[in-house]
């Protein structure tokens, strides 16, 4: 019996984490602050007051002069503008589209609070993307996603989501996801680089907030992305040997044996409590003999054809960092991968396996309901 075969009865997830960015600080001067359909009490006024200063403010919605105002600038903040439609914002998106993507083009970096109307319509209106806020996740267990990107620099690592908090759909496959709704990984903050610049969005309107989500603000307009940063080398590993990985498996509380695979490589069957699933390794290190650069989850289970391809794509086009697919047999397999080469902290490879084990249960209502 293969390793796949031990394991074809679960399914799993793993998400790849991407490089550390760097900061420099912004002064307060930078900031413009774009609020023509802002409710200023009690929105605006907590944004100004977890800033600690007032930004340079505009109503204006002439394209000559936002255009003006951003000359400079590094940066625009766009607060919940809940005083107006989603189609009024998109109608002002398309007329601002070429002030704001010429923005972008400068290096500009544009910060966007939402809970219902916002940035995201702002920019979908201006062509830039597809994202609009979804579901309500006020009062949710919110968790930082990525713990070593400057976006998340002093933020706790899980946070319940203030009134006015919500997540976000549709976003474009290359934006990094910061913090998400532990319930379904929805993401509630996330960056985007685009045409030369930023988009950061955070998930809330500040209709009320706390230390995690004033922190989230602050570092969003003082934190300029894009600058390279090394984490601390003693927490960084490119490669890993069986007692590492058994050490982070002990250390994670898991039930765990050890196998060998087809290729005569060591493989985990891992027992989580609703599943079975095989961690592999591959991509050895030339002169380290026994260590590897690649980490894989795998997990599966007999479905005989009965699962349609149209739920499985489903899947791959709504979630990020894993496949499914169906195998020669018919069957159902997910897997998932996290590459070591470049670098990645101990806690990244802890969060890999724990966030793997929390998607579990997700990933079985959608083949059930499929």
Same mark, same amino acid.
């Given at each position: 019996m293969t390793m796949r075969e031990v394991v074809r009865r679960v399914g799993a997830w793993v998400a790849v984490l991407t490089a550390v960015l760097g900061a420099t600080a912004v002064a307060a001067g930078d900031v413009v602050a774009w609020i023509p359909y802002a409710r200023i009490t009690p929105e605006y006024d907590n944004v100004v007051a977890i800033l600690g200063f007032r930004p340079t403010e505009t109503t204006t919605t002439d394209p000559a002069e936002l255009d003006l105002l951003l000359a400079g600038r590094p940066v625009l %903040? @766009? &607060?919940e503008q809940s005083e107006a439609e989603e189609r009024a914002l998109e109608e002002l998106g398309l007329a601002t589209a070429t002030v704001l993507t010429g923005f972008l083009a400068q290096g500009?970096? @544009?910060?966007?609070? $939402?809970?219902?109307?916002?940035?995201?319509? @702002?920019?979908?209106? =201006?062509? !830039? +993307? =597809?994202?609009t806020d979804d579901y309500n996740v006020t009062g949710g267990d919110i968790a930082i996603a990525l713990p070593t990107d400057p976006l998340a620099r002093d933020v706790p690592a899980r946070y319940e989501g203030p009134d006015g908090s919500t997540d976000f759909a549709n976003l474009p496959r290359d934006a990094v996801v910061v913090a998400w709704d532990t319930v379904d990984e929805a993401p509630v903050v996330f960056r985007w680089e685009t045409r030369g610049g930023t988009v950061v969005m955070l998930g809330f309107d500040c209709y009320e907030y706390n230390d995690a989500t004033a922190q989230l603000l602050t570092n969003a307009v003082e934190v300029a992305l894009g600058t390279p940063v090394e984490p601390a080398a003693d927490n960084v590993v490119q490669d890993l040997g069986p007692a590492d990985i058994e050490d982070i498996l002990i250390q994670l509380g898991y039930t765990f044996d050890r196998r060998t695979d087809d290729y005569g490589d060591p493989a985990w069957v891992i027992y989580l409590n609703v599943a079975t699933v095989a961690l592999f390794?591959? /991509?050895?290190?030339?002169?380290? &003999?026994? #260590?590897?650069?690649? !980490?894989?989850?795998? =997990?599966? +289970?007999? $479905?005989?054809? =009965? $699962? &349609?391809?149209?739920v499985v794509n489903a899947w791959n086009?709504?979630? #990020?960092?894993?496949?499914?697919? %169906? /195998?020669? /047999?018919?069957?159902?397999?997910?897997?998932? /991968? !996290?590459?070591?080469?470049?670098?990645v902290t101990r806690d990244t490879i802890a969060e890999f396996l724990e966030r793997f084990e929390r998607i579990l249960p997700i990933f079985l209502d959608h083949l059930h309901e499929g």
């Amino acid at each position: 019996m293969t390793m796949r075969e031990v394991v074809r009865r679960v399914g799993a997830w793993v998400a790849v984490l991407t490089a550390v960015l760097g900061a420099t600080a912004v002064a307060a001067g930078d900031v413009v602050a774009w609020i023509p359909y802002a409710r200023i009490t009690p929105e605006y006024d907590n944004v100004v007051a977890i800033l600690g200063f007032r930004p340079t403010e505009t109503t204006t919605t002439d394209p000559a002069e936002l255009d003006l105002l951003l000359a400079g600038r590094p940066v625009l %903040l @766009i &607060p919940e503008q809940s005083e107006a439609e989603e189609r009024a914002l998109e109608e002002l998106g398309l007329a601002t589209a070429t002030v704001l993507t010429g923005f972008l083009a400068q290096g500009g970096r @544009i910060v966007g609070l $939402t809970y219902s109307q916002g940035a995201e319509d @702002i920019l979908r209106g =201006a062509g !830039l +993307w =597809a994202v609009t806020d979804d579901y309500n996740v006020t009062g949710g267990d919110i968790a930082i996603a990525l713990p070593t990107d400057p976006l998340a620099r002093d933020v706790p690592a899980r946070y319940e989501g203030p009134d006015g908090s919500t997540d976000f759909a549709n976003l474009p496959r290359d934006a990094v996801v910061v913090a998400w709704d532990t319930v379904d990984e929805a993401p509630v903050v996330f960056r985007w680089e685009t045409r030369g610049g930023t988009v950061v969005m955070l998930g809330f309107d500040c209709y009320e907030y706390n230390d995690a989500t004033a922190q989230l603000l602050t570092n969003a307009v003082e934190v300029a992305l894009g600058t390279p940063v090394e984490p601390a080398a003693d927490n960084v590993v490119q490669d890993l040997g069986p007692a590492d990985i058994e050490d982070i498996l002990i250390q994670l509380g898991y039930t765990f044996d050890r196998r060998t695979d087809d290729y005569g490589d060591p493989a985990w069957v891992i027992y989580l409590n609703v599943a079975t699933v095989a961690l592999f390794v591959d /991509d050895p290190v030339e002169d380290a &003999p026994g #260590r590897y650069q690649y !980490l894989q989850l795998y =997990a599966g +289970w007999l $479905t005989g054809g =009965a $699962t &349609p391809c149209e739920v499985v794509n489903a899947w791959n086009q709504a979630k #990020r960092g894993s496949r499914a697919y %169906l /195998d020669e /047999d018919g069957d159902v397999a997910l897997e998932a /991968d !996290l590459y070591l080469r470049g670098g990645v902290t101990r806690d990244t490879i802890a969060e890999f396996l724990e966030r793997f084990e929390r998607i579990l249960p997700i990933f079985l209502d959608h083949l059930h309901e499929g």
